[in-house]
């Protein structure tokens, strides 16, 4: 598996920016002749980081069109300044041009389009040159303090919060013909403004066991909360019990496979039917084939762990969170008070 290892030894070559809107609101594409100086050595390092720091290592993409990989706009734009840097201020300009047309959709914000040369990027032990394409759209407010005379003012100023990278790719030069190694960073995607991924960069995951685990436990945690529950009369113990069952098959296993993973967790024919169902319409709507075996990668479960809530949450007073057996909590209704109760059995109080 690809594995990005570092960013402090990644040469930042050539970087130009654009201002990209959105047409919908009549905002404008305003294009730079020119790359950016960048004679500062800490401006860089500073630009480096902010570029590529938040990239998830484990999590690759390449290229793709519903036809044939030589109708991706984007794909040929690389290609063609993998094979002519020295055009990077025409092909740039099509690059933010193409993300222009795309830019439709109301929640698309107006932000700043990156487009840089880099080499030195190390994956795997080797060393690649790679063209990033990043866009900032969230804008923050900051003070400034400055000498006036003998005292000190203020002044506020609207920037870039460089800790956190709003859309990015990191494209590898490399297996071309397949589509390159990309990484792929979407943070402000919460809305139906699928543009960035979908539209613009039309890039697929690659299977792999990270992605693999990854997308198989999101399948999963969405059929146990939402599915589960529409098919059949379960309380929100009965989800979290099965919850903490698929946590620990993978916790616990080096290996997943479908059949055992049904029995063992699934257990009721029903309900294996009604997950199987679940599984085929979930592969239908993402792109990436979901295997029947495959090598569990750790730091997938890791990273899913962390949204594998067992939280019962009653009204604004209480949060009960279950580690354990399900069978020490009861749910019960108070005829006398009018309302639903839990009762919980312990041992020893710490």
Known sequence: M?????????????????????????EQLVLSQNPLTLNDGDVKKLLSHYFLKTFNPHEWWQFTHTTHLQYNEVYN???????????LVTISAQIASFLYQQSTHSKVKEGELYVALLNKVLVNNQFYQAIGIFKSEQKD???????????FELASDEGIDIKKLDKGCLILNTQSADGYQVLVVDATNKTDAQYWVSQFLQVQPVATSYSQTNEHMHMLRNFITKTYPEKFEVSKTDQID?????????????????????????????????FQQHKQLYQQNTA?????????????????????????????????????????????????????YYKIYFDEEK
């Open 2 to 26: 690809m594995m990005l290892e570092g960013i402090d030894g990644v040469e930042l070559e050539k970087v130009i920016v654009h201002r990209v809107g959105n047409p919908s609101r009549s």
């Open 77 to 87: 734009y690389c290609k063609q300044l993998f094979e002519q840097p020295q055009q």
């Open 141 to 151: 407010v900051f003070l400034k303090v400055f000498q006036h005379g003998k005292s």
């Open 242 to 274: 099965l919850l903490q069952k698929t946590m620990h098959y993978f916790a616990e296993n080096d290996a997943f496979n479908a059949e055992t993973f049904a029995q063992e967790v699934m257990q009721h024919p029903e309900v294996i039917e009604t």
């Open 288 to 340: 990436l084939p979901m295997e029947d075996e495959f090598d569990i990668h750790l730091a997938a479960v890791q990273r899913q762990s962390k949204v594998y809530k067992t939280v019962i949450k009653l009204d604004k007073n209480f949060h009960i969170y279950v580690h354990g057996n399900r069978q020490l909590i009861e749910r019960g209704y108070d005829e006398f008070t009018g309302k639903s």
